[in-house]
């Protein structure tokens, strides 16, 4: 039984000229789906329609729906002074001509 020889440079160029490019899938993460737990440490609490989702963005239950109860880490200062700056005008007094 012979072994055929075979170019490899024709082989190569029919590859190439046959190949399709593939370009690799950015990597997608799966979505987490919403637990219907309390997610304060230590309360596994179950959730219903009625509890509290928090400005931080965690549901919680009705027990730690307070921020200062589910250590909370939104940041309720900053936001209410960006309001502020943003809805008031700014005042300044009209300048005077120098004589």
Same mark, same amino acid.
């Given at each position: 039984?012979?072994? /055929?020889?075979?170019? *490899?440079?024709?082989?190569? &160029? &029919? #590859? $190439?000229?046959?190949? #399709?490019? =593939?370009? /690799?899938?950015? +990597? =997608? $993460?799966?979505?987490?789906? /919403?637990?219907?737990?309390?997610?304060?440490?230590?309360?596994?609490?179950? +959730?219903? +329609?009625?509890? #509290?989702?928090? &400005?931080?963005? @965690?549901?919680?239950?009705?027990?730690?729906?307070? /921020? $200062?109860?589910?250590?909370?880490?939104?940041?309720?200062?900053? =936001?209410?002074?960006? *309001? +502020?700056?943003? @809805?008031?005008?700014? =005042?300044?007094?009209?300048?005077? $001509?120098?004589?």
């Amino acid at each position: 039984m012979s072994i /055929p020889m075979f170019n *490899l440079a024709s082989l190569m &160029k &029919k #590859i $190439e000229a046959n190949s #399709i490019t =593939v370009e /690799p899938a950015p +990597l =997608v $993460e799966p979505k987490k789906t /919403p637990s219907n737990r309390c997610e304060c440490s230590g309360c596994k609490a179950k +959730l219903n +329609l009625a509890d #509290i989702t928090c &400005k931080c963005g @965690a549901r919680y239950c009705s027990k730690h729906r307070y /921020p $200062e109860d589910h250590k909370c880490t939104f940041d309720y200062k900053a =936001v209410s002074q960006a *309001l +502020l700056t943003a @809805a008031m005008p700014k =005042v300044e007094a009209a300048k005077m $001509e120098r004589i």
